[in-house]
């Protein structure tokens, strides 16, 4: 992946005001923030050609298509996600295992809430994005964690709910550290802008969902 500005080349001999095209990473970042912003349908060839600094029909000469650039700017942000989130010792107790799984899962979260408003806004509609997303993202994490729930709910430790259920549980809160404007108005007047206050935030908010999770397996089991 490029990481210096590159000179967009026309046929011919380039003109001293040839463009500079941004770096690969950049071009990657600015659309993932577009299509945060503005959604798939509403993020037009030529809104991200103005986002990104290239010509109109930069996306078709790089990438292909807008569907292949929104997938080229998903893979990027999923496999920076991924590679932030520190293992897991795999001999750890089930419980243990999945408050460092959920509150690790937050954290990386809150260094690209960019990704985490996509995948929101995306999983409200039936897309091909959407299975590209559910077989990239979604089922990638629950099949990870579904082998942990099972055994606390199998031992009691949890109450015995449809994965589907325990999925939105545990991910559904994500849209609590990435919505800043509702953040501040149901009272949270700190500065949110800081990775410190996100951090006690995805803490907070993982010790919640973990404890409720597992209270509820301690409960029923009674």
């Known amino acids: 992946m490029a990481t210096e ?25 600015r659309g993932l923030e577009a299509f945060a912003e503005l959604g798939y349908d509403h993020a037009s060839a030529r809104e991200l050609a103005r986002r990104l600094g290239v010509s109109h029909n930069f996306i078709n000469d790089r990438y ?18 991924l590679r932030r989130m520190a293992p897991i010792d795999p001999e750890t107790d089930d419980e243990d295992w999945l408050r460092r799984f959920v509150s690790e899962f937050y954290r990386t979260n809150i260094d690209e809430p ?29 099949t ?16 015995a709910a449809p994965m589907d259920i325990l999925f939105f549980a545990m991910i559904g809160p ?23 206050r996100r951090l006690a935030r995805a803490e907070a908010l993982a010790d919640l969902v973990v404890g409720g999770l597992l209270a509820q397996g301690n409960a029923h089991s009674r």
Do not use: C, N
């Open 64 to 81: 292909g298509s807008k569907a292949a650039f929104w997938r080229a700017v998903v893979d990027a942000a999923l496999g920076a996600q």
């Open 5 to 29: 500005p590159s000179t967009t080349r026309r046929p011919g001999r380039p003109g001293r005001d040839t463009a500079a095209v941004p770096a690969e990473r950049d071009i990657l970042l």
């Open 174 to 196: 994500i849209s609590g550290l990435v919505s800043d404007p509702l953040t501040r108005r149901l009272g949270d007047r700190s500065d949110l802008t800081t990775r410190e």
């Open 114 to 142: 960019d990704l985490a408003r996509l995948i929101a806004d995306e999983s409200s509609r039936e897309t091909d994005r959407l299975d590209y997303l559910y077989e990239h993202y979604l089922e990638p994490v629950l």
């Open 144 to 159: 990870a964690v579904a082998p942990r729930l099972e055994s606390l709910k199998a031992s009691g430790r949890m109450a």
